[in-house]
């Protein structure tokens, strides 16, 4: 089975300052993509970024990039200039033949 | 509609009642899952559909959930004799068709309190 595995409960970083949200996942097949979820109080699920496994290339979109090490099982996201609005729990997510999410990281800014 | 609509967004009811929880997906998307989260958690899988059929629905925890998706767009999961356990947000997402690619869309889920 497929999990994932989000190891920071919680983070803070100082707005404009750049953070590091970690993730792992474990998995078996080899074709499959990757997400994150950006879930403010609203309780609405926005997509960030998503990676596809094949693609050895860093996905990128604006102030949000991920660092995906296949061979590590590893997809952390990288959040530069962070913003106010940036303040939410983000979730990891893993989709191949089932879609799995993580638990969460819960992401404070500081003004 | 522009997105995916979930109804009632909250629902009180009373352990052992039965409860309802629609999902209308975005048109035309023939992929529709259903998630739980609990307070603080991430969500958890329940159940897939592809079109009218339940692609995988290994993540039901007990034979008091079920869904339906009876025309492969509007679906509803039905919880007999609720406990307080059952509390929790349930989400359900869309999305265009199966492929591990493509967008799933959100809504912005049922809140149920089991009280």
């Known amino acids: 089975a497929q999990t994932v595995t989000q190891s920071q409960p919680e983070m803070s970083v100082q707005e404009a300052e750049t953070v590091t949200l970690s993730c792992t996942y474990d998995?078996?097949?080899?074709?499959?993509?990757l997400f994150w979820y950006k879930q403010p109080p609203s309780r609405q699920m926005i997509l960030v970024i998503r990676?596809?496994?094949?693609?050895?290339q860093n996905a990128t979109e604006n102030r949000f990039s991920v660092n995906f090490q296949k061979a590590a099982k590893s997809f952390s996201l990288k959040i530069s200039d962070s913003q106010l609005g940036d303040a939410a729990m983000y979730f990891c997510?893993?989709?191949?033949?089932?879609?799995?999410f993580g638990t969460g990281t819960s992401l404070t800014v500081i003004p | 509609g522009a997105g995916v609509s979930q109804t009632p967004s909250n629902k009180v009811t009373e352990k052992g009642k039965y409860v309802e929880l629609r999902c209308d997906p975005i048109?035309?998307?023939?992929?529709l899952y259903w998630y739980r989260q609990s307070l603080g958690q991430g969500p958890e899988f329940l159940i897939y559909?592809?079109?009218?059929?339940?692609?995988?629905d290994s993540g039901l925890p007990n034979d008091r959930f079920f869904a339906v998706r009876p025309e492969g767009s509007v679906s509803t999961l039905k919880i007999q004799r609720t406990e307080r356990g059952d509390s929790a947000v349930y989400l359900c997402a869309s999305s265009l068709n199966g492929g591990l690619n493509t967008e799933a869309f959100f809504g912005q889920g049922t809140r149920l309190t089991v009280v």
């Open positions: 997510a893993y989709r191949g033949n089932q879609f799995y």
């Open positions: 048109s035309g998307h023939t992929a």
């Open positions: 990676q596809e496994a094949y693609k050895q």
């Open positions: 559909f592809q079109g009218t059929g339940a692609a995988d």
């Open positions: 998995t078996s097949e080899s074709d499959y993509y």
